[in-house]
C-alpha cells in the first residue's frame, strides 16, 4: 500500500478509536507520562518517518505526530488492514540531541 493510503488509514482509524496497545506501549507511556489521548491526537496528525517492511507479523511504522499541546511524539505502529486498527508498540518523545530540528532524521 502506498504511504499515502497508509497514512490516511491511520488517521481515520485513530479518530475511529481503533487502536491497540502493546503491553510494552502501555509500560512506556506510563515511565515517559505520555497519556493515551496525546497518542491519539498525534496519530491523527502523524507522518511516517520510516517503514520497517520486514518486521512480522505486521510490517511496522516509524511515526510522527504532534499533540495538541505541540509536543511531539514518535509512535512505533503497525496497522493491521485484515482488522482495521493500529498497533501500537513503543512511544517517546524524540530526543533534541539525537533528532533533527524536525524530529525526522537521525543526527
Known amino acids: 500500500m502506498a504511504s ?15 487502536i491497540n ?7 512506556r ?3 515517559r507520562k505520555i497519556k493515551v489521548s496525546e497518542v491519539e491526537e498525534a ?14 507479523p505486521l510490517d511496522s511504522l516509524l511515526l510522527l505526530g504532534y499533540t495538541s499541546n505541540k509536543r511531539p511524539l514518535h509512535i512505533v505502529a503497525a496497522p493491521d ?4 486498527y493500529i498497533w ?3 512511544v517517546y518523545e524524540p530526543d533534541d540531541d539525537k533528532w533533527d530540528n524536525k524530529f525526522t532524521k537521525r543526527k
Open 88 to 90: 501500537v508498540i513503543t
Open 21 to 27: 496497545y502493546k503491553k510494552h506501549a502501555f509500560t
Open 43 to 56: 496519530l491523527q496528525h502523524s507522518e511516517i518517518i520510516k517503514h520497517y517492511p520486514d518486521d512480522k
Open 81 to 84: 488492514e485484515r482488522s482495521n
Open 29 to 31: 507511556m506510563v515511565e
Open 4 to 18: 499515502s493510503k497508509i497514512i490516511e488509514k491511520i488517521r481515520e482509524w485513530s479518530v475511529e478509536g481503533h
